[in-house]
């Protein structure tokens, strides 16, 4: 599964029709964002979360959903089941990711 590049407007829309989503929040000068990028491609390839739909979101286009959910920099990732805010925070790290991605599989079996 691919990463969809997503904005405010259709953000709304994905939450509510895709069960488990994780959003993860840029800037084109944020060098850890960088380094995780070939992690989620990564990661959004793995069968083991073929059922998470897997956005990036540019941090300073999107105000509205970078407010929703409390954004303090970049890389932030926020997860949503069944459109509501479950996690969302700084991650740095392949593993963390991994950690937040495979609590989004657990949090509501």
């Known amino acids: 599964m691919a990463i969809t590049t997503s904005s405010d407007a259709e953000l709304r829309s994905i939450i509510f029709e895709k069960e ?3 959003v993860k929040f840029t ?9 995780l990028a070939p992690s989620m491609e990564k990661f959004s390839d793995d069968p083991k979360y073929q059922g998470i739909t897997f956005l990036r979101m540019e941090a300073s286009e999107n ?10 920099g970049t890389p932030f990732f926020a997860t949503y089941f069944n459109g509501t805010l479950k996690n969302c925070g700084l991650l740095s790290t392949e593993h963390e990711v991994k950690e937040l991605l495979d609590s989004l599989l657990v949090c509501c079996d």
């Open 20 to 22: 488990r989503v994780i």
């Open 27 to 35: 800037d084109e000068n944020c060098n850890v964002c960088k380094q």
């Open 63 to 72: 105000p509205v959903s970078s407010k929703e959910v409390k954004l303090t």
